[in-house]
């Protein structure tokens, strides 16, 4: 019988348009059932399977190719795709950027009711803020809320010193999300905005991110792009001017410290924490300091304290995690 794993997998390939997958777990599932003696089962699928490649096999010439979302070619060495299972909820952030959040999600599920009286759902949102408050963490988690795959573009493989040549990786990825739906991360998009990878030449960068604005501009595909930045300070006026939502993301709050910390540490009783000590000394650590200090605290309290979490453990490896050049 197909697994649940199997089953979930499917419904996501079918969601992203992308027939070979799709078609693939279903072989796995029939060679299942014939290991376990199910032949009829087995045969029925196999057959399905047959005509199903069959059509798919039409499809494709008479339209243009579907992008599918493992990738391959030249996009396999521009984006990864995954298909996490992070929900928002994973996320600590303030209630502001939740329920915006909440609501860009909301606009993709109801992206047909927002249809019949002719609107669409935002599609380019810029999440900008320091490094470890959880950008990367939420393009996952708006992926997982939407069961779409995430397609994180390798930037480092796009940007080449050759302008033709980054617009035309561009542009395959761009053509990526007409063909297959998904969420699209852009994470350090500020790389296009500087001179890196143009080797001195300020011109040549203008180049580079001006046509991948145009891109955004021309882009009508119903997928969902994210774009990350940890130096806003790089980006103009008329890159920002391109993204329907900003979010920004900043340092925890003290309470933030807290959640953060209980998150991550379900296996211990916290109840005796003094969480004002734990919070004024996390501050000016980011979110993700404070669950690596978190982790730290675990494993110091299995192997040194007999798996008690004391506030001295916590505190230490929140120091520990202050200390610069670690
Ligand atoms: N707001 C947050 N809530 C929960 N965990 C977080 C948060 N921010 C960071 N983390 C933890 O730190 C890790 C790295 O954070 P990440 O999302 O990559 O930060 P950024 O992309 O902003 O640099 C995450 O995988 C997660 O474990
Ligand atoms: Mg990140």
Redo the contacts with the bound molecule.
Sequence with gaps: MASSKQLIAMIRSHAAGDDERFLAIADHIASDARKAGHHRMADEIGTLIGSLREEAGERRIASKPTMIAAPRGELASLVRASYPETRLS????TDEIERRLRKIVREHRERGVLAERGLLPRRKVL?S????????????AIAGELGLPLFTVQLDGVITKYMGETAAKLRIVFDAMQGARGVYFF?EVDALATKRGAENDIGEARRMLNSFLQFLDEDSSGSLLLA?T?HQELLDRAFFRRFEAIVR?DL?PPD?VR??LS??LPQFDLSAVSWPEVSAAADGL???????AADDAARDAVLEEDGQLTDSTILQAIRDRKQPHR
Aim: hydrophobic letters at 40%.
């Design positions: 994973d996320v600590v952030l999440l803020g320091p490094p470890g408050t959880g950008k990367s963490l939420t393009a996952a994470d990350a940890n993301y925890p933030h959640r953060l998150n991550r980011s979110q993700a300091d404070i669950v690596a």
